[in-house]
């Protein structure tokens, strides 16, 4: 596994103090950071800068061994959903527990609190500077009461809550708006009750001024629609034009040149083409025969060897289809060789020798083999289950540690039957009772702080549980026997037929690969004999024909018959050329006859359409297409127009309707110019009326008087209720942490005063802040402190606090390089202090600091350095 820069490396850690030296880059806050990450879980991607995802790219995680009740547990996390893949296993009773286990392992320490206290650094000392003073009360409180972050968080939501309800001085919260509310409508109340005759007035006017409005609008609604109708009339008028020009162009008769004329047209026109190219062609060919007559150079000399050359002419038939044979056996040969190697590179040995096949017997025998290897197998694991259940029924049997918690269930359920108590105090009648009853809340509260529950023993059934996984571990072994006694018999059948390159399962699926290796193998061997075969009686043949006709002794085999066969159609041609001769010249004369024909036919159909030739006949076709073209768009600007409007615009003129376009424009435009004036005056009665009304009627005020009054008596009842709460709950936690906040504070003004070599004497927790006093007597706050000494005492009170709390937060005390602010003197002195308490407690300091090495003496402590990469 790997984590950062570290990879398959391990850390032996002893229980006191552990000093890892290093320079930068030696990997000490990879280190810091793998502890947290294993122990709490992997950041997100989102902080990759956090995750130190290994660098050589091995499996991203690792492991860590810790000790608790005298208990070995080893944690290991590997990548994986939310925060990692965990695996938990004790080592002491060699048990594998589920990952749920691994927080209650850890409780009441989870990520927040390691982080704050336990996993130190520069930047966590420094947060010191940076905590407001209630920041630090809560810190404190979290030290002295473990696991109260819930109720800090409670208390403090609820001030906020009040808050947000109530400031003294304040401007948003929902009672001070209230306040400012009530001011402002009483003000509007008075107001609105000195103008109401006034008031009435206005509406009257108003009302008229509304009835005129509606009717100019509807005028003006139907004026301009009056316009948009003349508008769109106007701007159709140039499609109008257009339609009656279109109407006005005249009209050819159509006879004679339709569609079906032209392709009857081109039809005969492909005639006289064809019969035209077919005398073309047979005259070619005429003067071609015709050029002939000279023989060629090879006929010449077979002329001189006739009677010895047409016996191997009448072989040649024979000859050639031997050789097409011979061809597609030697193709034969190379697919087969090519096949047969394929599966030689696939199952043969380094040596080149390819496995036996498998008898019945013996495929029979490994099928039974792998089938009973099989149930082997499914038995262990179902066994291992039955194990790995058993071991968790034993795990949950366990009687278990209870440790005083305050946040466990009892004293959550007597926390809150205190606050239940003190609420219910606050609605009792009279003093004294609400005081009764919010002591009594206390008291309950407090009592449910050291709320400790029993233990339940289970002495039966764990007995019964281990005698159960000692049975299961027993068959797991004999099956595990059973198991590498199969495979060995597997592992001989494999060697004996030199299989052992290959795996198990793929044995019997090779077998059938193999038995085609042994069929490719005999084929090949009947087609080399069938070569060897026909190769002789070629030979001969060639030998033969060469000897005869000495210029095809240079040519391959397939030239030479390629060349008799030549020779063979010329000594036909010559045989059939006279009457070829004959037969060319008849052809043309009827290619002559069809032509003359054709062309007869073509001048008839121009003659009966009275056009002279081809160029006029598609003339003539093209202007009656444009006439057509032509009523067909008059036909579609008729239909853009529409019946009605073309209508409207047949019954007027371009001028007439311009000037009632004009009209109609002009009465819209009075219209709108009235309608203006109108909505003028509304809006003036309207400020006038706002005005009077900015407080709204008196009905309406005094209702929203009364409303706001009740608002406001629950919203200070919700304020008290919030504010009381919180300050509950801060009671209960301080008492809850008394007895051991006194302890932390001591234990932290001792180390303090060793870290500052005893120039800080005294630490002191107020009711509002924390201070420290010199040994001069004097106080100061962590404001007034410097950088580095405020550190000290941050790293105090830590200190502090996991010594305090050792008995219920037993946690090894991480630091990172988190001493760099300290002088000389003081970081020998935090040496000597963290020396010290690796008595008690195991500290993992890792620093550059040469000067911590001194300070690592003794049976538990240790020095380990680590080198930069």
């Known amino acids: 596994m790997g984590f950062g820069q570290f990879h398959d490396r391990t850390f032996d850690l002893t229980p006191g103090l552990n000093v890892l030296l290093g320079p930068n880059e030696a990997g000490k806050s990879t280190l810091t950071q793998f502890i947290t990450a294993i122990l709490f879980g992997f950041p997100t991607k989102k902080h990759p800068e956090l995750r130190y995802e290994p660098l050589d790219g091995s499996q991203f995680g690792g492991s860590l061994d810790l000790v608790k009740d005298d208990n070995v547990y080893r944690v290991t996390r590997v990548a994986g959903p939310r925060g990692g893949k965990v695996t938990l296993q004790n080592r002491t009773t060699d048990l594998t527990l589920p990952a749920t286990q691994l927080p209650k392992l850890l409780a009441p320490v989870d990520l927040q609190l390691f982080e704050n206290v336990y996993a130190l650094n520069e930047l966590r000392l420094g947060t010191v500077f940076q905590a407001s003073k209630q920041v630090v009360m809560d810190r404190l409180r979290h030290v002295g009461a473990v696991g109260s972050d819930f109720w800090l968080a409670q208390a403090q939501q609820l001030d906020r809550a009040a808050d947000e309800r109530y400031k003294p001085q304040g401007r948003n919260p929902q009672l001070n708006q209230q306040l400012q509310q009530h001011r402002d409508l009483t003000a509007k109340l008075e107001k609105a009750n000195g103008a109401y005759q006034d008031y009435w007035r206005l509406l009257q006017d108003q009302g008229d001024a509304r009835q005129q409005q509606a009717t100019l609008q509807r005028a003006l609604t139907e004026a301009r629609q009056r316009v948009n109708d003349l508008t769109q009339q106007l701007q159709a008028w140039p499609i109008y034009q257009q339609w009656q020009t279109l ?100 199952y043969a040995t380094a040596n080149g020798q390819m496995p036996r096949p498998f008898s019945l017997a013996t495929t029979q025998q490994l099928k039974q083999l792998q089938d009973n290897l099989a149930l082997a197998n499914q038995k262990r694991r179902r066994l291992q289950q039955n194990l790995n259940q058993a071991n968790e029924d034993y795990r949950r049997l366990q009687p278990t540690r209870q440790h005083r918690n305050p946040l466990g269930d009892k004293q959550v359920g007597w926390l809150a039957a205190g606050l239940v108590a003190l609420i219910g105090a606050m609605f009792l009648p009279g003093t004294v009772f609400k005081l009764l009853g919010a002591a009594l809340g206390i008291v309950i509260g407090y009592y449910g702080v050291f709320v400790v529950d029993s233990q339940t023993p289970a002495s039966r059934q764990l007995q019964e549980l281990a005698d159960d996984i000692k049975d299961l571990q027993a068959q797991l072994r004999e099956g595990g026997q059973r198991i590498d006694e199969l495979t060995d018999q597997i592992d001989a059948i494999g060697t004996a037929h030199d299989l052992g390159r290959l795996p198990a399962e793929q044995w019997l699926a090779a077998q059938a690969a193999i038995g085609e290796w042994e069929r490719l193998t005999r084929q090949l061997a009947s087609v080399h004999q069938r070569l060897t075969a026909t190769g002789e009686p070629q030979q001969a043949f060639q ?54 024909t054709a062309q007869a036919a073509q001048t008839t159909f121009l003659r009966t359409r009275n056009v002279a030739d081809e160029t006029e006949f598609y003339h003539q076709y093209q202007t009656i297409r444009e006439q057509g073209n032509r ?69 309406v005020l005094r209702q929203k008087l009364a409303n706001l009054e009740t608002s406001m008596q629950a919203t200070a009842r919700e304020w008290v209720l919030d504010r009381l709460t919180s300050q509950w709950i801060a009671a209960t936690l301080a008492a809850a942490s008394g007895d051991r906040l006194p302890k932390i504070v001591s234990q932290a003004g001792e180390f303090y005063a060793q870290l500052t070599e005893n120039r800080y004497t005294k630490i002191e927790l107020t009711t509002e802040t924390l201070r420290v006093q010199r040994a001069d007597g004097a106080w100061r706050t962590v404001g007034q402190l410097s950088r ?68 690592a003496q003794g049976p538990t402590n240790q020095v380990v350095r680590l080198t930069s990469k």
């Open 543 to 596: 030998t033969a024909v060469t000897t005869l006709l000495p210029s095809l002794a240079h040519q391959d085999f397939r030239e030479i018959l390629r060349q008799l066969e030549q020779l063979q159609t010329t000594q036909q041609q010559l045989a059939t050329q006279d009457g070829e001769l004959a037969g060319l010249t008849a052809q043309l004369k009827r290619d002559q006859t069809a032509l003359t």
């Open 247 to 346: 109407g006005q162009e005249p009209t050819v008769a159509t006879t004679g040149f339709t569609e079906d004329d032209v392709t009857a047209f081109e039809r005969v026109t492909s005639q006289v083409t064809a019969a035209q190219s077919a005398l073309k062609a047979d005259q070619h060919r005429l003067q071609n025969l015709q050029s002939h007559t000279q023989l060629p150079k090879l006929f010449q000399e077979a002329l001189k060897v006739t009677p010895q050359l047409t016996p191997l002419l009448a072989q040649l038939a024979t000859v050639t289809e031997t050789e097409q044979e011979r061809a597609r056996l030697l193709a034969q040969q190379q697919d087969l060789e090519q096949r047969a190697t394929g599966i030689e590179r696939q």
């Open 631 to 699: 009523t067909a768009q008059r036909q579609a600007l008729a239909t853009q127009l529409g019946s009605d409007r073309l209508a409207q615009l047949q019954q007027t003129d371009q001028a007439t309707l311009t000037q009632a376009t004009q009209t109609a424009q002009t009465t819209a435009t009075d219209l709108q110019h009235q309608l203006d004036t109108v909505t003028t005056h509304l809006a003036t009665l309207a400020g006038q009326l706002a005005h009077l009304t900015s407080s709204g009627t008196q009905a």
């Open 788 to 855: 580095g000494t405020a550190e000290q005492l941050d790293l105090a009170v830590k200190l502090a606090f996991a010594v305090v709390m050792q008995s219920q937060a037993a946690m090894p005390l991480v630091i990172d390089d988190g001493l760099v602010n300290f002088d000389a003197n003081r970081r020998q002195a935090t040496y000597q202090l963290l020396a010290k308490l690796g008595q008690r407690l195991q500290v993992i300091l890792l620093t550059a600091d040469s000067a911590a090495q001194t300070v």
